[in-house]
Nanobody, 114 residues
Framework: QVQLAESGGGLEQPGGSLRLSCAAS???????VGWYRQAPGKQREVVAR???????HYADSVKGRFTISRDNAENTWSLQMNSLIPEDTARYYC?????????WGQGTQVTVSS
């Protein structure tokens, strides 16, 4: 089975940028990759998704600020986060869906505070 590892989280000032990366342990058939986040006391929400066909979807709260991209050759995908605001503070999880299966990473913390 595929294992995922997130990286790139940390503490950033409002208006700053962070880039999250998710690395898969091996090659696999992919239907969709994505990023989700969950803040304490709040429901987990989808942040961005990207299909194998190149179609992307973003939560309204991050449109125009976040960009999801995929590197098929390296089995990695990233979330570029610009113009960060305190409301972006959460633990971010990467996810991949293949043929009848899905796998989650352990998450990486993002904190936006001045």
């Amino acid at each position: 089975q595929v294992q995922l590892a997130e990286s790139g989280g940390g503490l950033e000032q409002p208006g700053g940028s962070l880039r999250l990366s998710c690395a898969a342990s091996t090659s696999f058939t992919i239907n969709r990759v994505g990023w989700y986040r969950q803040a304490p006391g709040k429901q987990r929400e989808v942040v961005a998704r990207l299909t194998s066909g190149g179609s992307s979807h973003y939560a309204d709260s991050v449109k125009g600020r976040f960009t999801i991209s995929r590197d098929n050759a390296e089995n990695t995908w990233s979330l570029q986060m610009n113009s960060l605001i305190p409301e972006d503070t959460a633990r971010y999880y990467c996810n991949v869906e293949g043929g009848g299966w899905s796998t989650w990473g352990q998450g990486t913390q993002v904190t936006v505070s001045s």
